[in-house]
């Protein structure tokens, strides 16, 4: 696990590294998708049917951590809008978009105990940790990273 609960006053957050833009993307997704599920979706998720596609959005005026935001609000939109419950991602970043190859399940099939209304602005972090950089852990939650690599953070509204 690259990813851990971040703690908020109200809400819930997420803090990933990786040694890749994409890699903490890839881990902020799948801890917000761990976050919402309740024990018993947790356990079967795995029994159910893949299937696979590649889901897309465009980065805005270059704003990477924007980026970020629209491709964890259209993972949202997907599991609302399509029924498909997000399960793997491998994430590209070129051209002006963030784009995945993703694995996904009918989301009807996944018992849910938490509800992510959105995905804010609040916090949000997506930036290069450079080499011999610390950055430092939160409480006990959360340890400390030190670079190089890349760290993401999000709060989500739930």
């Known amino acids: 696990m690259s990813w851990w609960i971040l703690p908020t006053t109200a809400d819930i957050g997420i803090r990933a590294f990786s040694s890749t833009p994409e890699g903490a993307i890839e881990e902020a997704t799948m801890g917000m998708q761990a976050i919402q599920l309740s024990e018993s979706g947790a356990e079967t998720v795995n029994s159910l049917l893949r299937h696979t596609g590649t889901w897309s959005v465009s980065i805005v005026d270059d704003d990477l951590p924007r980026g970020m935001v629209r491709w964890m609000e259209e993972v949202l939109y997907r599991c609302d809008g399509e029924e498909k419950w997000l399960v793997g991602n491998s994430i590209s970043i070129k051209d002006g978009r963030i784009s995945s190859q993703v ?18 602005m609040h916090e949000l972090i997506l930036r290069r940790v450079e080499a011999g950089e610390l950055l430092p852990g939160v409480s006990n939650d959360i340890p400390s990273f030190e670079g190089p690599g890349w760290v993401a953070q999000v709060v989500l509204d739930v």
Do not use: F, G, N, Y
């Not at 694995?103 to 804010?120: G, M, N, Q």
């Open 103 to 120: 694995s996904w399940v009918d989301s009807d099939s996944i018992e849910r105990e938490i509800e992510v209304k959105a995905v804010t």
